[in-house]
């Protein structure tokens, strides 16, 4: 037997014994313990803001790992409630994303706890060319002649900032082609404090819509502008 052919035979030993070594620790380790999972309520198609949820809109499945804060598990939980934010298809339905059981679902179920629906009638030039859409972000002007300053006459100044526009007429929906929307009432989010002041405003002066980027969450104190000082 040749030397060359036992070094051969001495390698293919070595390299089968070790193999042989490597798959028997493998072997002997335990399994890795299975992820457990749990049932959970998950969209079958987007639900935009207002949507009353049917049957059909979701389904029960089991998902591995841990769950959101929050995630609804059975049907009872979800059928009949509206929809207050978008939830996406595949998603995870989240109790905070829901209306409270009994809420309804239209524009009452988007009415964030704490907050007011406030109706502000316009026309095509208050409205913005009627550009102002669900989700969209406004200052709000007004006009007027404030009392006992005839002199100066009318006066215009910024009444509120930053405020959410619920919806446009019916639609509670934004546009998906952008299109203009013709409505005779925007509907906007504010507190409270603001829907008294806003009314008021609404009664007593004119009342502007100024659109304003969503990426933009600044207040600012502009002075207001009077006629007067228009022609000082």
Not at 2 to 27: E, G, N, P
Not at 50 to 65: A, L
């Amino acid at each position: 037997m040749s030397q060359r052919f036992l070094s051969v035979l001495s390698v293919a030993l070595l390299v089968a014994a070790a193999a042989s070594f490597v798959l028997y620790r493998l072997m002997a380790q335990p399994a890795a313990a299975s992820i457990p999972s749990a049932p959970v309520v998950v969209a079958t198609r987007d639900l935009e803001p207002g949507t009353s949820i049917k049957e059909g809109d979701f389904k029960v499945e089991s998902r591995p790992g841990a769950m959101p804060a929050g995630a609804l598990r059975q049907a009872r939980d979800i059928v009949g409630r509206g929809v207050s934010a978008a939830i996406y298809r595949n998603e995870i339905v989240l109790e905070r994303r829901l209306a409270t059981k009994g809420a309804g679902s239209g524009l009452a179920a988007m009415i964030p706890e704490g907050m007011r629906a406030a109706a502000v009638r316009v026309n095509d030039v208050v409205g913005v060319a009627g550009f102002v859409l669900p989700g969209m972000r406004v200052d709000v002007l007004m006009s007027g002649n404030p009392p006992g300053a005839a002199a100066s006459g009318s006066v215009t100044r910024t009444l509120l900032q930053n405020i959410q526009v619920l919806s446009v007429g019916h639609n509670f929906q934004k546009d998906t082609e952008g299109k203009p929307v013709t409505a005779q009432v925007v509907n906007l989010l504010v507190t409270p404090e603001q829907a008294e002041v806003l009314s008021l405003a609404a009664n007593h002066a004119t009342i502007q819509l100024v659109l304003r980027n969503p990426m933009d969450g600044k207040t600012t104190q502009p002075p207001g502008a009077a006629l007067v000082a228009l022609y000082g």
